[in-house]
């Protein structure tokens, strides 16, 4: 109604003060509006005016449809992914004794997969948002974030859970990680990977209850599988 109002005010005025003919007052006001760009003394004949004008209008029509739509779709995609972190918070709100996972890579991910295949209730904290639509897929709850922030560890609810994990592949990291949640939860069972040897005391001191390396377990399974293959 009021593009419609502006419209015919824009006619008259260019009709009447501009001395303009009719069909002129229009293109005028199309070409204004629409930002075409067309030169204002149009050499087109009435005829031709008019159906540029008409051709503007449609395919000014078409585009608001077009975008408007797709706005709509991406509104929409929006809102219902704010209403399923809404929702996925409150489930973490309400956890108790549940897993908190810190890094999804690889065997972050195998871990995930596995606990949530025995029903553990756990949410993962990364940074990366390359897995947030995998997580969100396997419906498996995550904070976005870093794991060596309080606010994060404090949204995965880690006031009221049974483990921690850490999975970083920096050892750095998962001593920062295990000191900070033994600080936030002195009664937390905390698992910790370690890449070197020399940070598994590291990693205790800090406050881990267990610590895991990787290339060690690898080792000695890889030692089983041998012996247990060679004959006496």
Request: glycine share 10%; aromatic share 8%; proline share 1%.
């Amino acid at each position: 109604m009021v593009l419609a109002s502006i419209f015919v005010i824009s006619v008259c005025g260019y009709r009447y003060f501009g001395s303009m003919s009719w069909v002129d007052s229009i293109w005028m006001v199309v070409i204004t509006i629409s930002t075409v760009g067309f030169a204002e003394q149009s050499s087109f004949s009435d005829s031709q005016q008019l159906f540029t004008v008409g051709v503007i209008l449609a395919g000014m029509t078409a585009s608001a449809y077009t975008f408007g739509g797709l706005f709509q779709v991406i509104l929409a995609g929006e809102l219902e992914q704010r209403r399923g972190i809404r929702r996925m918070h409150k489930a973490i709100d309400q956890m108790s004794r549940h897993v908190i996972l810190c890094g999804y890579g690889r065997m972050g991910q195998n871990l995930a997969l596995d606990l949530s295949a025995q029903g553990f209730d756990l949410v993962v904290i990364d940074l990366r948002t390359g897995i947030l639509e995998e997580l969100r897929s396997r419906n498996i709850a995550y904070i976005h974030g870093d794991a060596t922030e309080d606010e994060h560890l404090q949204a995965a609810g880690i006031a009221q859970a049974g483990f921690l994990v850490t999975c970083l592949p920096n050892d750095a990291n998962n001593v920062f990680i295990t000191l900070t949640a033994k600080g936030l939860n002195a009664d937390l069972q905390i698992i910790s990977r370690a890449e070197h040897s020399s940070t598994a005391g590291k990693l205790r001191q800090a406050g881990a209850t267990q610590v895991v390396m990787p290339a060690v377990v690898g080792a000695k399974q890889m030692l089983n599988l041998i012996s247990k293959n060679t004959p006496q």
